[in-house]
């Protein structure tokens, strides 16, 4: 099992160009979750899917769109890229939503200019 | 709102010696509390977890301890090694499931 697969893995765009991050899972998870990790600021929410068909926003939504494609496949867009989303961002899963441990992807990295 | 703190946000200790990190958070429903160790350049990935039905676990040189009257929990590395130096992050469940990470704790083990 590959588990959490995301691409790609290094992107540079420039200020109002859009683009989207890919995430696929095998492992047969019901939730999966966007984070991006700043430098002091640990890991934080973007956006989550408790379940294929639903969305929800987390702690930093805004300048974010996602997708949950089907079970395995949760993508997130950026439509208009402004350097303050220079970040890394991990795409992650889990088996249920409340207590059960996420399994992170490799990570974007991501450079606004 | 929901939060996670996490102390200290550096440690260096010397090889052999022992770590303790410290969260505390905000959610009284909270009942799952990962840890994560996320070395330089990798994505992040559990060590050990723990639930509000018991008050410690261990596994091997890790344990974790959690105290649910007072909110916090903590991460004990003893015997550490230099393998050990990364970030670590500790993290709670919300009650609308949704995980908390804290900012992270950057271990240095010196040889």
């Known amino acids: 099992n590959a588990g959490v697969t995301q691409t790609p893995k290094f992107q540079v765009l420039k200020t109002g160009q859009s683009m989207t991050l890919q995430c696929a899972q095998d492992?047969?998870?019901?939730?999966m979750y966007w984070y991006r990790q700043d430098p002091g600021m640990g890991l934080r929410l973007i956006y989550y899917?408790?379940?294929?068909?639903?969305?929800d926003k987390g702690e930093v939504p805004n300048g974010y769109n996602v997708s949950r494609l089907n079970k395995r496949e949760f993508s997130l867009r950026l439509e208009s890229a402004a350097p303050s989303q220079t970040s890394v961002y991990f795409c992650?899963?889990?088996?249920?939503?409340?207590?059960?441990?996420?399994?992170f992807g490799n990570g974007t990295r991501l450079t606004v200019t | 709102g929901e939060n996670v703190e996490q102390h200290p946000s550096t440690l260096s200790v010397q090889e052999g010696d022992s770590a303790v990190i410290k969260c505390t958070y905000s959610?009284?429903?909270?009942?799952?509390f990962p840890w994560y160790k996320q070395e330089l350049g990798k994505r992040p990935q559990l060590i050990i977890d723990?639930?509000?039905?018991?008050g410690e676990k261990k596994d091997q040189r890790i344990a974790v301890t959690l105290n649910k009257t007072a909110k916090h929990f903590s991460l004990h590395i003893t015997e550490t090694q230099p393998e050990d130096s990364a970030v670590y992050f500790c993290?709670?469940?919300?009650?609308?499931?949704?995980?908390?990470f804290g900012q992270g704790t950057t271990l240095q083990v010196k040889p």
């Open positions: 899917s408790a379940s294929e068909g639903t969305t």
């Open positions: 992650a899963s889990s088996a249920a939503q409340r207590d059960s441990p996420l399994h």
């Open positions: 959610d009284s429903a909270s009942n799952y």
């Open positions: 993290a709670a469940n919300s009650n609308t499931g949704k995980l908390i």
């Open positions: 723990i639930r509000s039905n018991v």
């Open positions: 492992m047969n998870h019901n939730s």
